[in-house]
C-alpha cells in the first residue's frame, strides 16, 4: 500500500511565517495575562485583608452590643431590690395583724407610678389573703386577656379614667374557708372609679412560686420566668419575706416585671441588617425576643414559656446548639451556603440566674461591602484591561493581515501543486480507466486522489446499465490504509441520491443525513464507516453517466472548498477520459446494498484463500498467533485447568444495548411490556431458527455461541445470520420508536475455556479470548454495526459482504484489521 505524503517547500514556510504569528500575537497576549493575573491577585489579598478587618470590628460591635443589653437589663432589673426591701420595711409592723388595705394600696399606686418597669405589687399572708395592686393595661398588652365588648371594665377604659387596678382576696364572713374577690379601679390620682365584686378564681398565694421561694429562702428571691396567673403574660416576680415572732413567715412582698419591656427594647436594637439578639434560660427557653411569641399553650390549656426549638428558625436553632456544646464565647458556622457570626455571653451575675445573651448575625451583613468594593475594584481594572487589550489587539490584527493573506497564498499554491502532481502521477499511468473487473488498475488512483484532497475515504463507483445499480470498484481508506470493493446501491433504495447523480454536476454536503438527496446513503453507507461528509460527482460519457467519483470525510470538515469541488470533477474527467470499454464482471456476485467487501475471494475454489490474503496485504499467521498467545497464558496455570476444557476455535458473538432509559421504555402503545422484553423474545425467536445453542443476557449485553464441536466455518455462518437477524430486528424497532440506533454487535472466533459449573443446575459456560475480543469489538463498532475481526473475515469473505473498519490491537498478539459485515454475498 502507498502512504506517500506531499511535503512542499511552501509547507516549510508557512509554519514559519505562523509561528511568527504566533509569537506576535502571544507576546501582548501574554503581557495582558499577566496584568490580569496581577490584578485578579491584588484584588484577592485586598478582600482577604479587608474582611479580616472588617470581622474584627463586626466582634468589637457585638461586644459592644452585649455590654448595652447586660447594662439595660441591669438597670431594669437592679432597683426593684431596693423597691421591694423598702415595701417589706415599711409594711413589716402592720402585716401581723392583717393586710392594711389601705396602705397597701396607696404604696403600690405610688411603686408603681414611679418604677415603669414593675407592672403589679402584692402582698399574700399566711391566711391565704391577697391584696395586689397593678397596672391596668390597654386589652391585650402583656398577655392579659381582653375584656368582653360593653362590658363594665371595657366602658372604663374607653372612658380613659382607669390607670390602677387593686385585686383583694379576703375570707368570707359566710364561710371560713371560702373566700371573696374584691375589684377597685382607680385613676392616676389615686381616686376610686369604680369597684365590684367576684367570685372567687381559687387563687392562693401561698402556692405560688413568690411565696413559697420568699419563704424558703427567707431573703430577697427571684422566680423564674413563669406565666402570670392574672395576666397571662410571661413575667419574673421579686419577693421578699415578712417574719414575725420566732422567725415565722408572717407575709410574703412580691413585685411582677413583665419580660415584654426588655423584648421591645431588644426589638429596638440594630445588628447589621437582618442580626437579632435574644436572652435564654439554661434550660433553652426564651427570656426576651425581639419577634417570637414567649407564651405558647399547651394541649391542657396550661401556658408554657416559648422554647428555642419551637422558633421555626434554623439559624437561631444552629447558633443555640453551638451554645450548648461550647459556652459562651464567639462562634463562626456555616448554614445553607451562607456564613453566620454567633456570641453568647452570660447574665448570671446579675440575678443569679442562668441566663445568657445570644447574638445571630449574617456575615454579610458586616463584610458584604467587602466584596461589592472589591467588585467594583476589580470590574473598573478589568474594563480598563479590556479598553487596553482591544487597542492593542486592533494593531497585532493591522500586522496579521498581510501574514494570513501570504499564507492563504501559499496554502493554496501548496494545494495546487498537490492536485499537479496528482495528476501527474495519474496521467502518466497508462491503466486508469473504470474496469468494475479489475480493482486492483485503480488503487494508485484512489490512494493518489485521497491523499491530495486530504479526504479519509475516496471511491470509484460505477454505474451497472442493466441493473441501475452503484458499484464500488475500488475505495481507499485513509486511516487504515487499506482498499475495499464490492459495495452496491440500488435505485430503489436510494430514489433521491440517483435521481440528483443524473440531472446535478455534483452533490456535496458536510452532513449528508441532513441532505433530502443524500440522507439515505448516509444512514445505510456512510454510518457505518464513520463518515459524515460527502462529495460526489458522476462520470460521464457523453451525456450518460458510467459511474461517479466519492469522496468521503469525517464530520469535522465545515465545508468542501471550490479547489476540492474542481480536484473531483477533474478526477471524474480522467477517468471518464481512461474509460475505453466498461464490460461487468460475469461471475460477479451481487452484495448487499449499503455494504462493502475488501477484495473478495472465491470461496474455497479455485484460489487458495492464503494466496488472496497476501495479495490484501493480510497476516495468514494471526490465528497461530493468537492461540500461541493463549497457550503461554495458560501454560502458567496447567495445574488449576482440571475440570475445564480448551477450545482451541469457539465462534461467539456479542451485542451491546447502549441506551438504558429506552430499554426501560414500553415496547407499544398499551405499554404491557418494556422494550427489553420485546426485544429479547425477538432474538431468542431468532436464535431457534438459526440453532444458536448459547445464549445469555446480563446487564446490558447478550452474549451468543454454537455448539463448540461445531465445524468453526459452520458455527461463524449461523452467528453471521444471527447477527443480521438482530441487526434487522433492532432497526424496525428502533427505527418506530425514531430513536437512534443504540445497539452494537461483535464477532470472533478464537482460543477459549469451556467448563460445566453449578451444583444443582448444571450448565456449560465458557470465557477467554474468544469472548473478550467478541465483547470488545461490539464496545468499539460503531452504533447499529457489526463488526468481526480479520479471522471471522477470512472464513466468510466469500459468503458475506465486508467493508474495512480499521486496526485493533490485541495483547501478546499485536495489531489486526476489523471488518464491517454488510450482507450476504
Known amino acids: 500500500m502507498r502512504t506517500e505524503g506531499y511535503e512542499y517547500e511552501t509547507?516549510?514556510?508557512?509554519?514559519?511565517?505562523?509561528?511568527?504569528?504566533?509569537r506576535r500575537v502571544l507576546l501582548p497576549l501574554a503581557v495582558v495575562a499577566v496584568m490580569l493575573l496581577a490584578l485578579i491577585g491584588i484584588a484577592i489579598h485586598n478582600y482577604r485583608a479587608m474582611r479580616e478587618d472588617a470581622l474584627e470590628l463586626s466582634r468589637g460591635v457585638i461586644e459592644n452590643l452585649q455590654q448595652r443589653i447586660e447594662t439595660e437589663v441591669e438597670a431594669f432589673l437592679r432597683p426593684i431590690n431596693g423597691i421591694t426591701t423598702l415595701s417589706r420595711d415599711l409594711l413589716a409592723n402592720r402585716l401581723a395583724a392583717g393586710i392594711p388595705d389601705a396602705e397597701v394600696e396607696a404604696l403600690g399606686i405610688s411603686v408603681l407610678a414611679n418604677a415603669p418597669q414593675l407592672t403589679a405589687l402584692y402582698v399574700g399572708n399566711r391566711e391565704g389573703e391577697f391584696l395586689m395592686v397593678r397596672r391596668d393595661?390597654?386589652?391585650?398588652?402583656?398577655?392579659?386577656?381582653?375584656?368582653?365588648?360593653?362590658?363594665?371594665?371595657?366602658?372604663?377604659?374607653?372612658?380613659?379614667?382607669?390607670?390602677?387596678?387593686?385585686?383583694?382576696?379576703?375570707?368570707?364572713?359566710?364561710?371560713?374557708?371560702?373566700?371573696?374577690i374584691a375589684y377597685t379601679w382607680r385613676d392616676e390620682q389615686g381616686r376610686v372609679v369604680?369597684?365590684?365584686?367576684?367570685?372567687?378564681?381559687?387563687?392562693?398565694?401561698?402556692?405560688?412560686?413568690?411565696?413559697?421561694?420568699?419563704?424558703?429562702?427567707?431573703?430577697?428571691?427571684?422566680?423564674?420566668?413563669?406565666?402570670?396567673?392574672?395576666?397571662?403574660?410571661?413575667?419574673?416576680?421579686?419577693?421578699?419575706?415578712?417574719?414575725?415572732?420566732?422567725?415565722?413567715?408572717?407575709?410574703a412582698i412580691g413585685v411582677d416585671v413583665a419580660l415584654q419591656s426588655i423584648s421591645r427594647f431588644m426589638a429596638s436594637l440594630s445588628i447589621g441588617k437582618s442580626g437579632q439578639a435574644m436572652i435564654v434560660d439554661g434550660t433553652g427557653r426564651l427570656i426576651a425576643h425581639p419577634r417570637a411569641d414567649l407564651i405558647r399553650e399547651r394541649d391542657d390549656g396550661e401556658l408554657r414559656l416559648t422554647h428555642v426549638e419551637d422558633l421555626d428558625d434554623p439559624v437561631v436553632k444552629r447558633a443555640y446548639d453551638r451554645f450548648r456544646v461550647e459556652n459562651v464565647g464567639h462562634r463562626d458556622f456555616e448554614l445553607g451556603g451562607r456564613r453566620y457570626i454567633s456570641a453568647a455571653s452570660s447574665?448570671?451575675?446579675?440575678?443569679?440566674?442562668?441566663?445568657?445573651?445570644?447574638?445571630?448575625?449574617?456575615?454579610?451583613?458586616?463584610?458584604?461591602?467587602?466584596?461589592?468594593?472589591?467588585?467594583?475594584?476589580?470590574?473598573?481594572?478589568?474594563?480598563?484591561?479590556?479598553?487596553?487589550?482591544?487597542?492593542?489587539?486592533?494593531?497585532?490584527?493591522?500586522?496579521?493581515?498581510?501574514?494570513?493573506?501570504?499564507?492563504?497564498?501559499?496554502?493554496?499554491?501548496?494545494?495546487?501543486?498537490?492536485?499537479?502532481?496528482?495528476?501527474?502521477?495519474?496521467?502518466?499511468?497508462?491503466?486508469?480507466?473504470?474496469?468494475?473487473?479489475?480493482?486492483?488498475?485503480?488503487?494508485?488512483?484512489?490512494?493518489?486522489?485521497?491523499?491530495?484532497?486530504?479526504?479519509?475515504?475516496?471511491?470509484?463507483?460505477?454505474?451497472?446499465?442493466?441493473?441501475?445499480?452503484?458499484?464500488?470498484?475500488?475505495?481507499?481508506?485513509?486511516?487504515?490504509?487499506?482498499?475495499?470493493?464490492?459495495?452496491?446501491?440500488?435505485?430503489?433504495?436510494?430514489?433521491?441520491?440517483?435521481?440528483?447523480?443524473?440531472?446535478?454536476?455534483?452533490?456535496?454536503?458536510?452532513?449528508?443525513?441532513?441532505?433530502?438527496?443524500?440522507?439515505?446513503?448516509?444512514?445505510?453507507?456512510?454510518?457505518?464507516?464513520?463518515?459524515?461528509?460527502?462529495?460526489?460527482?458522476?462520470?460521464?460519457?457523453?451525456?450518460?453517466?458510467?459511474?461517479?467519483?466519492?469522496?468521503?470525510?469525517?464530520?469535522?470538515?465545515?465545508?468542501?472548498?471550490?479547489?476540492?469541488?474542481?480536484?473531483?470533477?477533474?478526477?471524474?474527467?480522467?477517468?471518464?477520459?481512461?474509460?475505453?470499454?466498461?464490460?461487468?464482471?460475469?461471475n460477479a456476485a451481487p452484495a448487499t446494498p449499503g455494504e462493502a467487501v475488501a477484495t473478495p475471494t472465491p470461496a474455497r475454489a479455485p484460489t487458495p484463500l492464503d494466496a488472496a490474503f497476501r495479495d490484501l496485504d493480510l497476516d495468514t499467521s494471526l490465528g497461530e498467533r493468537r492461540?500461541?498467545?493463549?497457550?503461554?497464558?495458560?501454560?502458567?496455570?496447567?495445574?488449576?485447568?482440571?475440570?475445564?476444557?480448551?477450545?482451541?476455535?469457539?465462534?461467539?458473538?456479542?451485542?451491546?444495548?447502549?441506551?438504558s432509559a429506552v430499554l426501560a421504555e414500553p415496547a407499544g402503545h398499551d405499554g404491557s411490556e418494556t422494550t427489553v422484553a420485546h426485544l429479547l423474545d425477538?432474538?431468542?425467536?431468532?436464535?431457534?431458527?438459526?440453532?444458536?445453542?448459547?445464549?445469555?443476557?446480563?446487564?446490558?449485553?447478550?452474549?451468543?455461541?454454537?455448539?463448540?464441536?461445531?465445524?468453526?466455518?459452520?458455527?461463524?455462518?449461523?452467528?453471521?445470520?444471527?447477527?443480521?437477524?438482530?441487526k434487522a430486528i433492532c432497526?424496525?424497532?428502533?427505527?418506530?420508536?425514531?430513536?437512534?440506533?443504540?445497539?452494537?454487535?461483535?464477532?470472533?472466533?478464537?482460543?477459549?475455556?469451556?467448563?460445566?459449573?453449578?451444583?444443582?443446575?448444571?450448565?456449560?459456560?465458557?470465557?477467554?479470548?474468544?469472548?473478550r475480543t467478541a465483547m470488545n469489538m461490539a464496545d468499539s463498532s460503531f452504533p447499529g454495526s457489526i463488526q468481526v475481526t480479520e479471522t471471522v473475515y477470512r472464513r466468510l469473505s466469500g459468503r458475506y459482504v465486508f467493508q474495512t473498519r480499521g486496526r485493533h490491537y490485541l495483547e501478546g498478539v499485536g495489531e489486526f484489521s476489523t471488518y464491517v459485515l454488510g450482507g450476504r454475498a
Open 731 to 771: 432497526e424496525s424497532l428502533f427505527a418506530r420508536r425514531r430513536d437512534a440506533l443504540a445497539f452494537r454487535i461483535g464477532i470472533d472466533a478464537g482460543p477459549a475455556i469451556g467448563s460445566l459449573v453449578g451444583r444443582e443446575h448444571r450448565a456449560f459456560a465458557f470465557w477467554g479470548e474468544a469472548v
Open 137 to 180: 393595661r390597654p386589652d391585650g398588652q402583656d398577655g392579659e386577656q381582653p375584656s368582653a365588648p360593653g362590658s363594665e371594665q371595657d366602658n372604663r377604659r374607653e372612658n380613659g379614667r382607669v390607670a390602677f387596678e387593686t385585686k383583694r382576696i379576703s375570707r368570707s364572713e359566710r364561710a371560713a374557708d371560702v373566700f371573696e
Open 347 to 586: 447574665l448570671g451575675h446579675l440575678l443569679g440566674r442562668d441566663w445568657s445573651v445570644l447574638v445571630v448575625v449574617p456575615e454579610d451583613d458586616f463584610v458584604g461591602f467587602v466584596g461589592d468594593n472589591v467588585r467594583d475594584l476589580l470590574a473598573m481594572g478589568l474594563a480598563t484591561m479590556a479598553l487596553a487589550g482591544l487597542l492593542a489587539w486592533l494593531l497585532i490584527r493591522q500586522g496579521l493581515r498581510t501574514d494570513r493573506e501570504a499564507v492563504s497564498v501559499l496554502e493554496h499554491k501548496a494545494e495546487l501543486d498537490a492536485s499537479a502532481r496528482a495528476f501527474g502521477e495519474l496521467a502518466a499511468s497508462d491503466s486508469i480507466s473504470l474496469d468494475p473487473g479489475n480493482p486492483a488498475a485503480l488503487r494508485p488512483f484512489t490512494e493518489s486522489a485521497a491523499q491530495a484532497a486530504r479526504v479519509r475515504r475516496v471511491g470509484v463507483w460505477y454505474l451497472d446499465p442493466a441493473s441501475g445499480s452503484l458499484s464500488c470498484v475500488d475505495c481507499y481508506d485513509r486511516d487504515s490504509g487499506a482498499h475495499t470493493h464490492g459495495t452496491q446501491l440500488a435505485p430503489q433504495d436510494h430514489p433521491e441520491f440517483f435521481a440528483a447523480l443524473e440531472a446535478e454536476p455534483l452533490l456535496a454536503a458536510v452532513d449528508a443525513g441532513a441532505d433530502p438527496r443524500l440522507a439515505s446513503i448516509e444512514r445505510h453507507y456512510l454510518r457505518a464507516t464513520g463518515c459524515r461528509a460527502l462529495l460526489a460527482v458522476p462520470i460521464k460519457a457523453g451525456q450518460r453517466a458510467i459511474g461517479a467519483v466519492l469522496l468521503e470525510d469525517t464530520g469535522q470538515r465545515s465545508e468542501w472548498g471550490a479547489h476540492t469541488t474542481a480536484f473531483a470533477r477533474a478526477l471524474a474527467n480522467l477517468l471518464a477520459v481512461g474509460t475505453t470499454s466498461v464490460e461487468p464482471v460475469p
Open 627 to 659: 492461540a500461541a498467545a493463549f497457550a503461554a497464558r495458560l501454560s502458567a496455570h496447567s495445574n488449576a485447568m482440571q475440570g475445564a476444557e480448551l477450545i482451541e476455535q469457539l465462534a461467539v458473538l456479542s451485542l451491546r444495548l447502549t441506551d
Open 682 to 726: 425477538e432474538i431468542q425467536a431468532a436464535a431457534r431458527d438459526e440453532r444458536i445453542d448459547y445464549l445469555k443476557f446480563f446487564s446490558d449485553q447478550l452474549i451468543a455461541s454454537v455448539d463448540p464441536n461445531e465445524d468453526v466455518d459452520e458455527a461463524l455462518r449461523r452467528l453471521a445470520e444471527f447477527a443480521l437477524r438482530i
Open 11 to 22: 509547507f516549510v514556510e508557512a509554519r514559519a511565517m505562523a509561528r511568527r504569528r504566533r
Open 194 to 251: 369604680s369597684r365590684e365584686s367576684a367570685p372567687w378564681d381559687r387563687y392562693d398565694p401561698r402556692t405560688r412560686p413568690w411565696y413559697l421561694g420568699a419563704d424558703r429562702d427567707r431573703r430577697l428571691h427571684w422566680t423564674e420566668v413563669y406565666p402570670f396567673f392574672t395576666d397571662r403574660a410571661p413575667g419574673i416576680t421579686a419577693s421578699m419575706p415578712v417574719t414575725g415572732s420566732g422567725d415565722a413567715l408572717v407575709a
